[in-house]
Structure formats: C-alpha cells, structure tokens
C-alpha cells in the first residue's frame, strides 16, 4: 500500500494540505464560529422529549418568560424533541414554573440543565489543565520509552489533531461543551497510539551505526509502509463505531462522536503525515547544528 | 507460545469467568437491575453545590463533611430512593437522587441554610391578592414603602417578605417586614428534634409546634415581654416573625409573654400549613441548620422518557457499530477473523460482567466510553495479526508467524495502551459526574482488551494450530500475490 509515497521527504505537500484546513479552521474561530455550550459559560438548557403537539419556535418562544425569550436559542431534536437555551434562570421557583409552561405548551416531557456561570469558568479551566496535564505527561511517557526528538515530534502531531478537532467545531458551529473536551482528550490518546506504533517500528528498524539523513528517511518510509495497513484498518475499526454513535446516538453521543470522528481521521493523518517528517526535519536539524558546532569553536 | 494443554487451561478459564459474568447479570438480579444506570439515562436530578462562608472566609473541609451528612439526613427523611451524597472537592458537594417527581422542591430542601430566626417585627406593610407574575414588581414596591419607615435603618435592619396564598384563593398575599439585621434569637434554642407537624386543637388546622430547650424559653420569654412593652407604647400589634434563612414563613401576633411552646401557622388557609411546606419545615428544623451557605451551582434533570430514549439510542448505536467491527474482522482476516470476533464477544460479555460487579454507573458517556475500547479490542487484533501475515509473507510456518506476531506485537500494544489509560486516568483525576463513568469504563476497557486480545486469541489461535487444521495463507487474508511481492529483495521505490 501507498509504495511510492515518500512519507519522509515529501513534508511540503502533507504541510501544506494540513495548514489550509488549520487556517481555514482559525478563521472560522476567529470570525466567532465557536458556539460555546452552558457548561462552559453558564445558563440554562431545557430540553424536551416526546412533545405531543409539533410547536413552532414562535409558539415556544411565547412560553418563556419575556425577560428571556429575547436571548433564547431554540433547536428541533428530532421528530418530538426541541432544546431551549437561555441565559441563567432566577431560581428554583422560576425554573419549575417554565417548565410547567414548555411542558403545556408542547405536552412533552421536560428535562433541565443550569450551570452558574461562576461554575461554567471553573469547568473552562478544568479542562484547560486536563489538556495540558495530558499533553505534558504524554510527552514525558514518550521521551523516557523513546528519545526526546520522537516526543517533540509527537506534540507537533497533537497539536495538529486538537486544532484540528477545534477548527472543524467552529466551522460546523456544533455545540462546545464538557463532553467535546473529553472527547479531544480521547482523541490525543488514540493519536498518540497511533504515532507510537510508527515510531516503535522506526525504532526496531534503525540500524544502531550513526545518524544518516538519507538512510534515517529511508527507516522512516519503510516503517510506516509496514504499518500503514494496521494505521488505516485501525482507523477503520475505531471510525465505525464513532459513525454508529453519530447517525444513531442522541445529542450528546453526536456531539461527542463528531469530536472524535474529526479528531481520530486527524490523528491518522497526523501520526504518518506529520509526526515522522517532523522527526525527520528535527533530526536532520539536530544533525547539521551538532556538525556546525565544532567549526564555530 | 504455552502447549496445547496450558492452552485449554485458558480457555477452561476463561469459560469459568464468562459463567461468573452470566451469574452477576442475569441470575443474581432480574438483568434490567443488575446494571447501575446513570441518572442522565433513568431520570432524576442531579446538582452541585458549592459553599461559602457567609463572611466571605474559607470552608472548611469538616465543615463541608458536615453540611454532606446533614444533607443526606434531610433526603432520607423526604424518603427519596437511594440518594447519593459526595463531597467533591473542598468546598463542593454534589447530590444525586434517581427518578423524584418534584425536583424543585428537593433541590430547596438541600441547599437551604436553615438557620432559624426568630425577629422582633419593627414594621411592616402588605399587599393582598397579587396574581403570579407580579409578585416581583409588589415585592420592590412594597420595600420602597418600608424603607421610608422610620423603623427603617440601613446597615442595622432588613426586610424580609413572606407571601401566603391569599385566603378568598386568589393569588399571593405578599407581606414585607422591617428587622433587626441579625436575628433576636436563632435556632440554637430550638430543642433536639423540637419541630413537629400538629394539628390546632381548637383550629384543627396543620401547624408546626416548636420546643424550645430551657435556656430559649427564658430568652423568648424576655423577647416577648419587651416586644408586648413597645407594642403597648405605640399601640401597634407585637409581631413576632419566625424565618428560615431569608425567608419569612410566619409572622403571628403575640398576645402574652411566650415559654418554651411555640407554633409555625397559617391561619389564612382553611387546612393552615400546607402538609409539603409543613413537612419541610419540620425536616430542615430538625436536621439543623448547614455549617455553611451552600448555592447550587450546576444542576440537571432528566425526565425518565428523555433518559429512556437515550438508552435506546445508545445502546441501538453500540449494538450496530459492534456488528459492524464484527464483520469487518471476519471480512479481512478470514479464519484469524472468526477468532478475533469470538475473542471480541468474550470481550463484550466480561466487560458487562465487570460494569455489573464492581458496579460501574453506566453514563451517556459512559456508553461512549464502551464504543470505544470495543474499537481499542478490534485493533489489538488487528496489530497482531497484521504482524502474523508480515511473518507468513515472509514465509513463516502458521505456527511460529503467530509465536513472532505475539511477541513483536505486543510491545506495540502495551505503548499505545499505556498512553489511552494515561489520559483516562487525567480524566477521572481532574473531571467529575458522568465523565468520570467514561474515565472509568474506557481503562477497564483497555486493560480488559489487553487480556483479551494477548491471552484469549491467543489460547484459541494455538489451539487452532494444534488441532491440525491447515491455516493456509490464503485462510488468514494473505493474498498468493503479496507474498511473492515482498519475498523478493526489499527495494525501496524513491519518488523525487
């Protein structure tokens, strides 16, 4: 499979189709294409099933109270089901009193969700660290079974999947929530699996006499020809459970399996695309200032 | 690679395991109970609450441990099924109670401080018959009123409201009140368990009677005697208002000087207390007041048809993707592929085993979670057996490709599983609620996968190759045409 692709040599081509999408992805985050859930910012999200009646959004519009009807954000769920997000509610009481009222208007069933927006920033940092935390121990793990040029390697290509995943958010518009971010984190697990299984062949293949770049780039595309079969077919393996839970899967599995679907394509894309010729590139660099050196002193 | 007997030592094993899984899920408990259901998938309310010291100071962790047990007496006594009270963090406590049909109320149960006070009335004012949706507006314009009372002295009072059903039945009655700032008398006098619901002996009406301990009768004794001197200077009737936390919830006129005996009424309803808000009352009184102010700060409920439909769907979502990962191994691998899905089906059942017996709470998420590392199981076979073929291509025996596929394989596996159980455990460390059930369900997927994939397939791989049955390459998905391919000297095609 793919035996005249350079995987080493040929970065210019992968880099360049991989920074056309990042870049169309930040524009579409710059230009607020973010839709950030309550978890993160606070509100209330109610959430209707089996409705009785079909309502328009005017008809559930009408249902809220006056002060909130105005900021709402109302989305049909299927055939029966409608979700409504407004800005924090006042209290209890309030809270109970629309529901009553969504519930008379539609004749469904009405589940809530309010986050204080003091909470929904704690949640923001959480996952922010859990991020980070993740990236750092990752890279850790990497340089002590590997070498420290497999580990910054790696981070390249993580760094590739999490923008990745995030761009492709803010392009779609679905909804950022806490789930999102786990699934982000899921994704730089299974990238990083990925990347792992090409770098373990790289290094049973690397023959233990010194560094060459030609021969180190020759190692490369000979690892990652043996093991594209197993990148794709795993790729594959995991991809169809995701999709299932994408069609079959209510909200939150959507959301969730959307992230993921995003976020594993990138990382297989990444772990042979951009992980191994940012290996190479780095080695060769190391390489070239290591034989500078000597001439400087 | 362990003999043929070693062999059928695992798999004797491993069948033994799968009629403990069988046992835990279907004959210790009908199986719709023996799996634990998240509340986003049967229904019910969860909510977060966070503390806070009234003086802005730090809580304290005992003081959070406290405020958990006194909440969880106060849901046991509303007699709400198998609640679960945590503390969270240092100053967090979530609470999680399965399928109740009056959210609302619980949550105000929970969260409210209940400290007690009781308040000499220095003024009030009241508005009779406000319909629902005024409520709010009457409220400001009744404290405009009080606040251009001369009894009114901001920084050293307060208004507190109270709002009564009105007695002809129509609307709100809203009262307002000028006090003290702090209360005259707290609930440190109430008497262990002093609150009770009773019924008026002459009235016949629902009221909550109140004993005080020795010490609060004397001090209420005092209140009132002076309340009962100032009414008589300026002639107005001595209220004495009875409020928990900011919440004014009766306010009557006394008449005499009081002892230890007094009562929570509402005389303005035909049956007095309504029985829910009497029931309340009695429940945070005599579970005391919270050590500290504790504000919901995230809260969900799921109704039990939203939280059914969920199931469905994840389950219908699982179930097709499994099937689906199934075929596609049989399809690539041919006989390697039957092996791998019948390791993958023992895969399915233990997990289930496991989610049963430790028990994990299977969460929206956590169904994710399961998605999942059924992918992660598939793949352990697949690096495996792509390892095999590479040694069959190189014209290996059966036998001793799958001994090389093992052995190299498996250092592979062990890396990339290694990083998954690294970000399930951040997870679980740094999240809370239902992602924690996908932290949780996605590491013992993995390592359950690793014992499957390394231990059962293998077992049942060696003892295909025992039993003389020919694996010809062409059975394991090897085409004739790619072995001749990479048997001739590896040459490495350049482009550029």
Known sequence: MFENVDFARGWKLYFSISGVLLFAGLVAIALGGLNLGIDFQGGSQFTVANADRQVNEEQIRDALPPELAGDAVITTLGQNGYEIRTPVVGGQEEQGQIQDALSEASGGEVSVTTVSPAFG???????????????????????????????????????????????FYAIVGREVSLVTVVAILTVLGYSVYDTIIIFDRIRENTPTVGYNRRRFDDTINRSI?????????????????????????ETTLSDFAFALLVGIAAGAYSSIFIASPVLS???AWRAGAIRREPQRA | ????????????????????????????????????????????????????????????????????????????????????????????????????????????????????????????????????DEIGATKKDIEETLQDDDAFEKGQTKILFEETPSVQGRGTDVNGYIVNKTPDMTGD????????VEFNQQTGKRIVSLELTAEGGRQMGELTQSMLADAAA??????????????????????????????????????????????????????????????????????????????????????????????????????????????????????????????????????????????????????????????????????????????????????????????????????SGSVRGFAVLLALGV??????????????????????????????????????????????????
């Open chain 1, 121 to 167: 920033e704690q949640v923001r940092n959480q996952a922010l660290q859990a991020v980070v935390a993740a990236l750092l121990i990752i890279v850790v793990y990497i340089s002590f079974r590997f070498q420290f040029s497999f580990a910054l390697a790696a981070m390249a290509a993580l760094m590739h999947d999490i923008l990745m995943t995030v761009g």
């Open chain 1, 281 to 283: 590139l780095y080695k």
């Open chain 2, 234 to 431: 300026s002639g107005e009737p001595a209220l004495l208002g009875i409020a928990l936390d900011q919440d004014m919830q009766s306010a009557p006129q006394v008449t005499e000087p009081l002892g230890q005996n007094i009562s929570i009424s509402n005389d303005s309803l035909p049956e007095g207390l309504p029985e829910d808000e009497a029931t309340q009352l009695e429940t945070v009184l005599n579970t005391g007041a919270l050590p500290v102010n504790m504000t919901v700060i995230s809260e969900t409920t799921v109704g039990p048809t939203l939280g059914l439909s969920s199931l469905k769907s994840g389950l219908f979502a699982s179930l097709v993707g499994f099937v689906l990962v199934l075929l596609l191994l049989l399809f690539i691998y041919r006989a390697l592929g039957v092996v791998a899905d019948i390791a993958l089906l023992i895969y399915a059942f233990l997990l289930w085993g496991l989610i049963v017996i430790i028990p994990v709470t299977v969460t929206l998420p956590g169904i994710a979670g399961v998605v999942l590392s059924v992918g992660v199981a598939a793949d352990a076979n697949v690096v495996i057996f792509e390892r095999i073929k590479e040694e069959i291509r190189r014209g290996k025996t059966p036998r001793s490709a799958i001994q090389a596929g093992y052995d190299k394989g498996f250092r592979a596996i062990l890396d990339g599983n290694v990083t998954t159980l690294i970000t399930a455990f951040i997870l679980f460390a740094l999240s």
């Open chain 1, 225 to 249: 020809h043996q093991v594209i079969r197993r990148s794709i077919y795993t790729t594959i393996f995991s991809l169809i459970p995701i999709t299932a839970l994408l069609i079959f899967g």
């Open chain 2, 1 to 132: 690679m362990g003999s043929r007997r070693n062999n059928l030592i695992v798999l004797a094993l491993v069948v033994v395991l799968l009629g403990v899984a069988a046992y835990f899920i279907f004959i210790k408990e009908p199986v719709t109970q023996s799996t634990q259901l998240g509340l986003d998938l049967q229904g019910g309310v969860s909510a977060q609450l966070q503390g806070s010291q009234s003086g802005g100071g730090k809580v304290t962790r005992e003081e959070i441990q406290q405020a958990a047990d006194l909440i969880r007496q106060r849901i046991d006594r509303l007699g709400v099924a198998e609640p679960d009270v945590r503390v969270q963090s240092d100053d967090q406590i979530v609470v999680q109670i399965p399928g109740i049909e009056n959210p609302e109320e619980v949550i105000r149960i929970i969260g409210s401080t209940a400290q007690l006070g009781f308040y000499q009335v220095l003024a009030a004012d009241a508005q009779p018959n406000i319909p629902e």
């Open chain 2, 447 to 496: 390592v359950l996968s690793m014992f499957t994939a390394v231990v059962i397939t293998r077992a049942l791989l060696g003892l295909l190759g025992d039993r003389g049955i020919q694996l010809s390459p062409a059975l394991m998905g090897v085409s004739k045409a790619s072995m001749t391919a990479t048997r001739q000297p590896q040459q490495q095609a350049r482009v550029k």
């Open chain 2, 189 to 196: 006098a109430l008497q262990q368990n002093g609150a009770t």
